[in-house]
């Protein structure tokens, strides 16, 4: 399945997507007197629920019977997940991406954080901001968790994924890497916070795939473009470390709560590398991965 937030009259609505159709999930819950499932509020109290998530699983085809449908395109989209507990996102996880920028691939994930001011929906703005002018982009699948969940083995780690969506980590790089680089190192790493951290920096959308539609996240398409020119192109099946790693390595020592989000590495052809004009006001970002939909947000200058 397919599950969106969306804004209706002022309100944030839940909404079931199959070919290219949206259904109001708790529209369709009130009318046959489904009172905790007309209650949720959002993907994330959905998803927290498993009995109410498989309902809906279990009912789709009646819920797409129902009279509260319409083009999933005239939906106003929020992110599918709002409110993450925890956002991790892998660096060098693509065997390109390290490459490119002359980096080993890392024998164990390396994570660095983002936090909720960077999240926005599909075409909510990125936002060049007033103390940066090399701003990046970065695709990435993003895996969001869907059960509570500590010391979980590589094993049994799809069990506790809820579904994927697209992320876009946009970075800033002049305040991720000091001045001089890279022949002139930090000695303290990386500024990952201010390097990606700052508000807009974490787009996801359009909705979220349940990990029972995407059996094999591993086998797709996934490429990004600016203004219809694409700068980035790849599989995911070139991950270095594959998502049930990622889990098993973080659970060890944190607890794994609903709605957390794990970012997965992005593949070559970022700005920082390539040489290719940063973005700047006016242009459009799209983001895509097959089986998933494409995430398109423009870029404006921060006022």
């Known amino acids: 399945m397919k599950l969106a937030n969306y804004i209706r009259d002022g309100s944030l609505r839940v909404a079931l997507v199959q070919e ?20 949720i509020g959002s993907v994330e109290d959905l998803i927290t629920q498993e009995n109410l998530l498989e309902y809906v699983r279990t009912n789709q085809r009646r819920i797409e019977a129902s009279k509260y449908s319409e083009p999933a395109q005239n ?4 992110s599918p997940v709002l409110h993450p507990q925890k956002i991790f996102l892998a660096a060098v996880n693509y065997l390109s991406h390290g490459k490119e920028q002359d980096v080993k691939a890392p024998s164990e994930p390396y994570f660095f954080t983002k ?7 599909p075409e909510d703005s990125i936002l060049i901001p007033r103390n940066s002018n090399k701003v990046d982009w970065e695709v990435e699948l993003a895996v969001i968790i869907g059960k509570r969940g500590k010391y979980i083995s590589k094993q049994t780690a799809r069990d506790f994924i809820a579904g994927y969506t697209i992320a876009n980590d946009v970075s800033f790089r002049d305040l991720q890497f000091p001045d001089g680089w890279p022949s002139k190192l930090n000695v303290l790493g990386q500024n990952w916070v201010k390097g990606k951290g700052l508000d807009n920096a974490l787009p996801l959308g359009p909705w979220l795939v349940t ?18 020119e694409v700068r ?7 991950m270095v470390l594959r998502a049930e790693v990622m889990i098993e390595y973080l659970s060890s020592g944190i607890t794994l709560e609903p709605g957390d989000i ?12 390539t040489g290719v004009p940063y973005l700047k006001d006016g242009d459009i970002v799209e983001a895509s991965i097959a089986r998933i939909g494409i995430l398109r947000n423009p870029v404006k200058l921060e006022t």
Request: glycine share 8%.
């Open 20 to 39: 290219g159709m949206s259904y109001d999930i708790r529209s369709w819950a009130a009318d046959n007197g489904l009172g905790a499932l007309a209650a």
């Open 75 to 78: 939906l106003r989209l929020k």
């Open 115 to 121: 936090f909720q001011n960077s999240i926005i929906g």
């Open 211 to 228: 990990a029972d539609e995407l059996e094999d996240p591993y086998h797709l398409d996934i490429s990004i473009s600016v203004n219809e």
């Open 232 to 238: 980035q192109k790849s599989t995911t099946s070139e």
């Open 262 to 273: 794990i970012c997965t590495g992005t593949p070559l052809g970022v700005a920082a590398f």
